[in-house]
């Protein structure tokens, strides 16, 4: 089998702001596994704690790894890279390619091949923080966009009445829409504003709360946990299907992301494992394009919530292949899972 890499930035349409800061883009690295006249396609967003800083980083991680032979099982292969200390993202980019290639040799689609169907349910789409004023004229265009649930990112370093007065700003620009409300803070507030924040928002029709406390903080989500207003989800807090047991007491779900967590192969166990425990699943995502995101779609009946949604911010998007459909984003109906780089 053949390996090439691809640099491509990836500029988004408005930087998005959380609480850890502001992103306007990044370079991406796009891996293509061909063996005959099929390729398949993966794509790497770089991240410090996935694992690869940078671009460069994950290809010579790659590049090493692939220079020892690509034989066997993917799950075999995925076991070998990841004792071999290939960081998750880089990781996540070389096996959803594999999966895409054995898809399109076995002439099916991905989530076929995986036994699943072709649903998802709605996906959220993000709204970063800003001020109200911006909210007011960001919230319409995704709505115009189809987007039938908001994420909207809280946590800001300007504390709790900040957040309430953008959050404040979204319902209002979104009432009479009927879109559901989910909240994710990226950590950014105290077990003291987490509680106070839980309260206020299920009073305000939220979902959920997405990692309400820091990594690293994990041991006070037991308190928070108790008499909690609103479910619980883990993000960065979860990365491999490992971690899901110390979280069984003080979570009511995990969100997995493929580059967090490496990909297609461990985003499995992630699922079977939460689900083992009672736990709801999510899958999100990074600064990915359509080819990352058409990977994570070929999974969407697995979960119970879905935000799939970085490649509809992308100026352009440089991939196709992840359709979204009255606000769902959808597996792709063809051999493989769907994304490819555009020429």
Known sequence: MKVDYRTLYLKKRFPLRISRG???????????????????????????TEGAATVAEGRAQLEGFCATGLEGAIHDIWARAHAAGV????????????????????????????????????????????????VHARVPLLLARGARALKIKLGSTDGIEADKAMFAAVNEAAQGSGVALRVDANGGWSLKDARRMMDWLATRGVDYVEQPLVQGAEDQLPELFQNRALPIFVDESCRLSTDIPAFVHCVDGVNLKLMKCGGITEALRIVATARAHG????????????????????LSALFDYIDLDSHLNLDPDPATGAAFENGVTLPADQPGHGGILNA
């Open 279 to 298: 736990l709801k699943t999510m899958i999100g995502c990074m600064g990915e394009s359509s080819v990352s995101i058409a990977a994570g779609a070929s």
């Open 22 to 48: 502001e992103i306007s883009g990044g370079e991406n690295l796009f891996v293509s596994v061909t063996d005959g006249a099929l390729t398949g396609w993966g794509e790497m967003a770089p991240g410090v």
């Open 87 to 134: 960081g998750a993202c880089a990781l996540a980019a070389l096996d959803m390619a594999l999966w895409d290639l054995r898809a399109k040799q076995a002439n099916m689609p991905l989530y076929q091949l995986l036994g699943l169907a072709r649903r998802g349910v709605v996906s959220s789409l993000t709204v970063g923080i800003n001020p109200p004023e911006v």
